[in-house]
């Protein structure tokens, strides 16, 4: 039991984690949260996989509990205006998202969101009070499918961690992408057939979003917008894939181009670390999965094997790096 508590207090719950698995993460926060109710950090992890849940009420209260624990945690603020706004409180979304933004005011995606709230609340500063003309952001977008999903991609370059806000329906996507510039780009369509909203999702990528919609059933798109008719409906043919645009692409080979993008796609510091635990995770055997997940448990964080049959036969112990000191707390 000692060393079950030990190895959880040393446990890091990062955003790649949860962004994995929001249901598992959350187990995992449950489970430690149990042991240690204090942590500020872990509450705030736990709100974010809340917020990927769309359990945007326990995302807040779980954010608010982290603002009473350590009041000058910057994270705490934005977890609960992020929750905040997607249950439509405004005003409590840009108050979250003030503080922590006098928090720390190098983060720009307070700026963002403060923006967004203001926009939602109808609230025009003294400053733009002024005859001052509405500037109406335009982004290039184009979209293709695969037998169980429709993609549109949006190019904007630099979009924040948190810029994009995305409401999934059953026969419609709308979204808003806070630019590097801090404009909003705002989207809306209409969609042509049904899709699953709890299997869509996003992704932010340096030079583009992606929109990932899950279909309902394997029938091949007309075109992205529209009142889909039985009559019209085809199977799918993974050598005809529609599109907004007027001229042959390559489809196949597009979305072999973008897969190859992702996986180059460069990133430093901790990022690029954490991409290639992932992929070596992914890529890996079930003997390589267990020798991960049992070293990085049992040494709080400190080791990470790929060695099944040295780690599987011994308890791993705590091993910090050169210039760090291992404290028992």
């Not at 959880?8 to 990062?14: A, D, G, I, V, Y």
């Not at 630019?179 to 932010?204: C, D, M, R, V, W």
């Not at 099944?308 to 910090?320: A, F």
């Amino acid at each position: 039991m000692l060393t079950t508590r030990l190895s959880l207090r040393f446990r890091s719950f990062s955003d790649s984690f949860i962004d994995e698995d929001p249901q598992k993460a959350l187990q995992a926060l449950n489970e430690a949260l149990q042991g240690e109710s204090d942590n500020a950090e872990w509450f705030c992890q736990r709100a974010y996989a809340h917020i990927l849940l769309r359990n945007y009420s326990c995302a807040a209260d779980d954010a608010k509990i982290a603002q009473q624990l350590q009041p000058s945690l910057p994270l705490a603020f934005m977890r609960t205006g992020i929750a905040e706004y997607h249950l439509n409180h405004f005003e409590s979304a840009h108050a979250a998202f003030t503080q922590g933004h006098q928090l720390d005011v190098s983060e720009k995606s307070f700026e963002i969101w403060i923006k967004r709230c203001e926009e939602m609340m109808g609230v025009v500063s003294t400053e733009n009070k002024t005859s001052k003309s509405v500037v109406f952001v335009s982004c290039r977008h184009d979209w293709y499918q695969t037998e169980s999903q429709v993609i549109v991609t949006v190019m904007v370059k630099n979009v924040p961690k948190d810029g994009v806000c995305a409401n999934f329906m059953e026969k419609e996507l709308s979204a808003s992408i806070g630019l590097a510039s801090g404009e909003t780009y705002n989207l809306s369509f209409h969609l042509l057939h049904p899709i699953i909203p709890q299997q869509s999702n996003f992704k932010i990528l340096s030079t583009k979003v992606e929109f990932k919609m899950k279909k309902t059933d394997a029938i091949r798109w007309e075109k992205l917008e529209g009142e889909g008719q039985e009559s019209n409906i085809k199977h799918f043919n993974p050598n005809q894939y529609p599109t907004s645009s007027h001229y042959t692409r390559k489809w196949d080979k597009m979305v072999v181009d973008i897969s190859e993008e992702e996986k180059n796609e460069k990133l430093e510091g901790d990022a690029a670390l954490n991409k290639l635990f992932q992929q070596i995770y992914c890529d890996g055997t079930d003997e390589v999965k267990r020798a991960m997940n049992k070293s990085f448990m049992e040494s709080g964080g400190t080791v990470l094997s790929t060695n099944w049959k040295d780690v599987g036969k011994r308890k791993v112990d705590v091993s910090p790096p050169d210039d760090a000191e291992f404290k028992k707390y």
